[in-house]
T-cell receptor, first 115, second 114 residues
Framework: KAGVTQTPRYLIKTRGQQVTLSCSPI?????VSWYQQTPGQGLQFLFEYFSETQRNKGNFPGRFSGRQFSNSRSEMNVSTLELGDSALYLC??????????????FGPGTRLTVT | AQSVTQLGSHVSVSEGALVLLRCNYS??????LFWYVQYPNQGLQLLLK??????LVKGINGFEAEFKKSETSFHLTKPSAHMSDAAEYFC????????????FGKGTRLSVIA
């Protein structure tokens, strides 16, 4: 069974631009979560989607948004990029909602660099 | 609110020596507890998970962790370190209901010296 895939793997953007990252979950998984990983702040939860609905949201500004499609694929968008948005963005999928109840499988991440 | 503290951002052990990575948690409700491992340029992989079924949890690659409620700890151990164990390890907590997002510790980088 194919794992979680994230595209692109690497991305370089300029301040003020916007970016869209994509995540394809494991087949049959309906929940997708997004995390931001930085050396300073570590792993921080962004949001979780299940059946096209946002179920949980972390403490990030409104510039960070996401969505989930009917095939469970998910995208996250960051508008008006800032230097501090440089990070590894990780996507994780699980069978159902509830990050404690269901094992999450992580993708390799998208490395975003903002210059 | 839940939180996780991992003591030691970097731990170095000799090959064949005991690995001990420390994790203390704070949770107002019964927790789920996890240990994840991250190899360079990769995502996180679940090592083991505590779900209250047993206080000693065995995971993959020879790792295990013991849940100690009185000490609010969930330390990760492995009797004999291998070079391939060099990676970053994260402890995480979620509520027993499973409906709260995972809260991760800052991580501990494990180095294994030949």
């Amino acid at each position: 069974k194919a794992g979680v895939t994230q595209t692109p793997r690497y991305l370089i953007k300029t301040r003020g631009q916007q970016v869209t990252l994509s995540c394809s979950p494991i087949s049959g998984h309906r929940s997708v979560s997004w995390y931001q990983q930085t050396p300073g702040q570590g792993l921080q939860f962004l949001f979780e989607y299940f059946s096209e609905t946002q179920r949980n949201k972390g403490n990030f500004p409104g510039r960070f948004s996401g969505r989930q499609f009917s095939n469970s694929r998910s995208e996250m968008n960051v508008s008006t990029l800032e230097l501090g948005d440089s990070a590894l963005y990780l996507c994780a999928s699980s069978l159902a909602v509830g990050q404690g109840s269901y094992e999450q499988y992580f993708g390799p991440g998208t490395r975003l660099t903002v210059t | 609110a839940q939180s996780v503290t991992q003591l030691g951002s970097h731990v170095s052990v000799s090959e064949g020596a005991l690995v001990l990575l420390r994790c203390n948690y704070s949770s107002s409700v019964p927790p789920y507890l996890f240990w994840y491992v991250q190899y360079p340029n990769q995502g996180l992989q679940l090592l083991l998970k505590y779900t209250s079924a047993a206080t000693l949890v065995k995971g993959i690659n020879g790792f295990e962790a013991e849940f100690k409620k009185s000490e609010t700890s969930f330390h990760l151990t492995k009797p004999s370190a291998h070079m391939s164990d060099a990676a970053e390890y994260f402890c995480a907590v979620s509520s027993f209901s499973g409906n709260t997002p995972l809260v991760f510790g800052k991580g501990t980088r494990l180095s294994v010296i030949a």
